[in-house]
T-cell receptor, first 115, second 109 residues
Framework: EPEVTQTPSHQVTQMGQEVILRCVPI?????FYWYRQILGQKVEFLVS????????KSEIFDDQFSVERPDGSNFTLKIRSTKLEDSAMYFC?????????????FGPGTRLTVT | AQRVTQPEKLLSVFKGAPVELKCNYS??????LFWYVQYSRQRLQLLLR??SRESIKGFTADLNKGETSFHLKKPFAQEEDSAMYYC???????????FGEGTQLTVNP
């Protein structure tokens, strides 16, 4: 069964550095998402992406964040200048169609640690 | 803002006992409700969606619009049901999911 994959599984970076988190969504899916989960807190929506542009973003998704689908298979989340509070688990998800009911398929996550 | 509330962070039952994980959502629009499960060291995966009215792994969930609830139930819990359970709502196709805080279910032998 096809799955969403994410790399790396764990990323450690220093405050102020740029990081790129990578995701390969399921191949025939149309919608792509990033969520994050700070330790001990709920899973929070960051951004959704459809037809090569952002379709929705949350208040968390400020100018430090950007997303890209550079080559038709990868979907990346870039954090330009990381802060300590960006430490979290980042989940990528993809969704197959515009029909309801829809469901989002999640990747295993990337644990980002900012020191 | 849309809200999903799971009042119990931890729930512990014995094998064979009934289990109910509570979920309430804020009343607005026509939400789609889901239950996601995360077993230890595994990814979030969809367990149930309200529109399908299905039973998966013995779990069912009924949408109660009057009480704005979508509680997850299973009549006889099994040890392999131990996991983190998240209730979530979506609004329209392709939109964000809003998650509850999650309930850690432990089924004791």
């Amino acid at each position: 069964e096809p799955e969403v994959t994410q790399t790396p599984s764990h990323q450690v970076t220093q405050m102020g550095q740029e990081v790129i988190l990578r995701c390969v969504p399921i191949s025939n899916h149309l919608y792509f998402y990033w969520y994050r989960q700070i330790l001990g807190q709920k899973v929070e929506f960051l951004v959704s992406f459809y037809n090569n542009e952002i379709s929705e973003k949350s208040e968390i998704f400020d100018d430090q964040f950007s997303v890209e689908r550079p080559d038709g298979s990868n979907f990346t989340l870039k954090i330009r200048s990381t802060k300590l509070e960006d430490s979290a688990m980042y989940f990528c998800a993809s969704s197959p169609s515009t029909a309801i009911p829809y469901e989002q398929y999640f990747g295993p996550g990337t644990r980002l640690t900012v020191t | 803002a849309q809200r999903v509330t799971q009042p119990e962070k931890l729930l512990s039952v014995f094998k064979g006992a009934p289990v109910e994980l509570k979920c309430n959502y804020s009343y607005s629009g026509s939400p789609e409700l889901f239950w996601y499960v995360q077993y230890s060291r595994q990814r979030l995966q969809l367990l149930l969606r309200h529109i399908s009215r299905e039973s998966i792994k013995g779990f069912t969930a009924d949408l109660n619009k009057g009480e704005t609830s979508f509680h997850l139930k299973k009549p006889f819990a099994q040890e392999e049901d131990s996991a983190m359970y998240y209730c979530a709502r979506g609004e329209t196709s392709g939109s964000r999911l809003t998650f509850g805080e999650g309930t850690q279910l432990t089924v004791n032998p």
